[in-house]
T-cell receptor
Framework: GAVVSQHPSWVICKSGTSVKIECRSL??????MFWYRQFPKQSLMLMAT?????????EQGVEKDKFLINHASLTLSTLTVTSAHPEDSSFYIC??????????FGQGTRLTVV | GQQLNQSPQSMFIQEGEDVSMNCTSS?????WLWYKQEPGEGPVLLIALYKAGELTSNGRLTAQFGITRKDSFLNISASIPSDVGIYFCAGTNAGGTSYGKLTFGQGTILTVHP
């Protein structure tokens, strides 16, 4: 299957700082990527759709000024958690659709805000 | 919005037993996907289903897209210890580049005793 890579795998940051998470499609191009958040022992919830060359679209209840998304190229989307607080601690996962109507996920980023 | 109900929430089985889990939706999907997630990792695609009634296998895994387009099941035959993990169903009606916009079930935690 297609390969989607996230970086970093885990990050610890201080409250009030910003953290950037990268999502790359390694062997295919993706004009659209998706960002999900997963709290412990819960399912994945879609946060936003990242669109190459245009603004991201956010799901209801997700603060666009807090979760900045940039899709600068056909293989890279970034999620920046700004002014992070402990309640932002979560597992963030990106996905990208590939040929054959399938969606592939990155390995996820564990964010801990202290 | 669309809701996915996945059951059972958890299963404890002996190695060699067969496993069955299912998802139902409040509305129709045009695609069903089944993923497996291990701790600290992103979901890995197991099977993708695109047509009502479709039955697809991937090794010891078999999944079906329900005729009503509101349900899907996943069977695992002759389970082995490495089948341990959380299994998620996911549905989508998106097309084209939006194909990663998924609604997830709550997950089934599978434990296999040797």
């Amino acid at each position: 299957g297609a390969v989607v890579s996230q970086h970093p795998s885990w990050v610890i940051c201080k409250s009030g700082t910003s953290v950037k998470i990268e999502c790359r499609s390694l062997d295919f191009q993706a004009t659209t990527m998706f960002w999900y958040r997963q709290f412990p022992k819960q399912s994945l919830m879609l946060m936003a759709t990242s669109n190459e060359g245009s603004k991201a679209t956010y799901e209801q209840g997700v603060e666009k000024d807090k979760f900045l998304i940039n899709h600068a190229s056909l293989t890279l989307s970034t999620l920046t958690v700004t002014s992070a607080h402990p309640e932002d601690s979560s597992f963030y996962i990106c996905s990208a659709p590939s040929g054959g109507r399938k969606a592939f996920f990155g390995q996820g980023t564990r964010l801990t805000v202290v | 919005g669309q809701q996915l109900n996945q059951s059972p929430q958890s299963m404890f089985i002996q190695e060699g037993e067969d496993v069955s889990m299912n998802c139902t939706s409040s509305s129709i999907f045009n695609t069903w996907l089944w993923y497996k997630q291990e701790p600290g990792e992103g979901p890995v695609l197991l099977i993708a289903l695109y047509k009502a009634g479709e039955l697809t296998s991937n090794g010891r895994l078999t999944a079906q897209f329900g005729i009503t387009r509101k349900d899907s099941f996943l069977n695992i035959s002759a389970s082995i210890p490495s089948d341990v993990g959380i299994y998620f169903c996911a549905g989508t009606n998106a097309g084209g580049t939006s194909y990663g916009k998924l609604t997830f079930g709550q997950g089934t935690i599978l434990t296999v005793h040797p």
